[in-house]
């Protein structure tokens, strides 16, 4: 029961990572605001659900989360969009889209979690990033430019915020088995369980990641076994490269 008395803040809850933070958070004792556009399927202590591209709903999510839970120790900003093609086939819209979820919001939610934290004495915010965010993959460049940025901003805020006892990660996984890849698949004619079957066999480790094997990274982090982690960006890959 690590996170026991622990209160939580997760965003992208109802997505395939969201969802195993959020049953394992609470599995290990904290109590979970879990937000997404809808989250009602999902188990949690509390739902705060909304549109992180509305700025007056991303600016209010730690208070409301800090009121319902009594008090926020973790935040987890696990909410994400992914934009495919070449930057020639990007539109305003779809640049709008990715840095205003992937972006915007995490700057948004940390900026007022932060003093929320540091008058309680401290805290621990997980931000959600890729292998994408520390090296290009192709063909994705609003994607990559924002993992890449949310990257720069945990660097920025675990060296800025250490000294509060705010300590500051993210997690960069490389493929996960969630509907973000698999829409993907869909989306460009393959079956997605043949198509997943296919890239397992890409991956040193054996298989691409299942959300539990980053979830458990997410919480570890987290967690005070991380006491000592500040601005750190943790790749999760089973052992495969960026190509
Ligand atoms: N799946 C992968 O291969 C992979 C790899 C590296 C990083 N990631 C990152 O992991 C995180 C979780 O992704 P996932 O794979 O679980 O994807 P997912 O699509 O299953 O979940 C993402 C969730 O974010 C929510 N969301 C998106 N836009 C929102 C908005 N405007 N307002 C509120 N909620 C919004 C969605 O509703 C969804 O539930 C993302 O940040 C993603 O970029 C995923």
Redesign the pocket.
């Known amino acids: 029961m690590r996170f026991a008395g622990r209160r939580a803040l997760v965003?992208?809850?109802?997505?395939?990572?969201?969802q195993a933070v959020v049953a394992m958070l609470r599995a290990e004792g904290a109590q979970v605001a879990a937000?997404?556009?809808?989250s009602r399927a999902v188990e949690a202590d509390h739902h705060v659900?909304?549109?992180?591209?509305d700025p007056t709903f991303a600016d209010a999510l730690p208070g409301w989360a800090e009121v319902l839970l009594g008090g926020l120790d973790i935040v987890i900003?696990?909410?994400?969009?992914?934009t495919r093609g070449d930057i020639t086939t990007a539109s305003d819209a779809d640049y709008a889209?990715t840095m205003?979820?992937?972006v915007e919001?995490p700057f948004r939610i940390c900026r007022a979690a932060i003093p929320i934290m540091a008058r309680a004495g401290g805290g621990a915010i997980v931000n959600?990033?890729?292998?994408?965010g520390v090296r290009p993959g192709p063909n994705h460049p609003l994607?990559v430019m924002s993992?890449a940025a949310i990257a720069s901003l945990t660097q920025c805020l675990g060296r800025d915020h250490a000294h509060q006892g705010i300590r500051v990660n993210a997690v960069?996984?490389?493929?996960?088995?969630?509907?973000?890849?698999r829409?993907g698949f869909a989306a460009r004619g393959f079956d997605p369980d043949k198509a997943v079957e296919d890239l397992n066999a890409s991956v040193p480790i054996g298989h691409?990641?299942e959300?539990e094997e980053?979830a458990d990274v997410i919480l570890f982090l987290a967690s005070d076994a991380a006491r000592y982690m500040c601005g750190a960006c943790v790749e999760v890959n089973g052992g495969k490269p960026v190509i």
Do not use: F, H, Q
Request: charge should be negative; charged fraction near 15%; proline fraction near 6%.
């Open positions: 965003t992208g809850a109802a997505g395939g990572i969201g937000s997404d556009r809808d659900d909304g549109d992180l591209t900003n696990n909410a994400g969009v992914i889209l205003g979820v992937n919001a959600i990033s890729s292998c994408w994607y993992k960069c996984p490389n493929e996960v088995n969630t509907p973000m890849l829409s691409i990641a959300p980053i």
